[in-house]
C-alpha cells in the first residue's frame, strides 16, 4: 500500500471522527436531555484481513475511540455507541473491487438498527453492536 493511501484512511477514520467529536461534543455537554454518538466501526475492527491493513488498523481505532468516549462522557448524559457492520451492499464496495450480492446487509437494515438504538430508554446503553449478514456468501 502507498503511503498516501495508508495516510488517506487514517485521515478519513481516525481524525474526521476525532474532529467532528470534538466540535460537537461542547454542544452536547449543554444539553438537558441526553444526547447520543453513534460511531460506525466494521466488523474489520474486530478482525483483521488481509489486503485491508489500514482500513482494519483504523477501524480498531474506533473501537478504542469510541469506549473511551463512552467512559469520559457517560456522566454528562452522553451515549455513545460503537456499530460494528459487516458486509453492506453500498457503491463502496463496488470501488474496492467486491461485487455486491443479496446475502449483504442491506443499507436501511443499518439505518433501522440505528433509529432502535437512538430510540432506547434515557437510561440504557448499547455501547457496542456488532451486525453481520448470516450468510455473507455470494448465492
Not at 454542544?27 to 466501526?41: A, F, M, Q, S, Y
Not at 488481509?50 to 482494519?56: L, Q, V
Request: aromatic share 6%; with cysteine.
Amino acid at each position: 500500500m502507498a503511503s498516501n493511501e495508508w495516510l488517506a484512511i487514517l485521515q478519513t477514520n481516525i481524525n474526521g471522527m476525532y474532529f467532528l467529536t470534538k466540535a460537537v461534543v461542547p454542544l452536547l455537554k449543554n444539553k438537558k436531555h441526553t444526547t447520543h454518538i453513534i460511531n460506525i466501526g466494521s466488523i474489520l475492527g474486530t478482525t483483521g484481513k488481509e489486503e485491508a491493513t489500514a482500513y482494519s488498523a483504523s477501524k480498531y481505532a474506533v473501537q478504542g475511540f469510541s469506549d473511551s468516549l463512552y467512559k469520559e462522557l457517560r456522566f454528562d448524559g452522553i451515549k455513545v455507541t460503537c456499530i460494528n457492520p459487516g458486509s453492506i451492499e453500498t457503491n463502496l464496495l463496488q470501488s474496492s473491487g467486491i461485487a455486491a450480492h443479496a446475502n449483504m446487509l442491506q443499507p436501511t437494515d443499518l439505518a433501522n438498527t440505528i433509529i432502535h438504538i437512538l430510540e432506547t430508554p434515557d437510561n440504557m446503553l448499547i455501547q457496542e453492536l456488532t451486525i453481520r449478514p448470516l450468510n455473507h456468501k455470494h448465492p
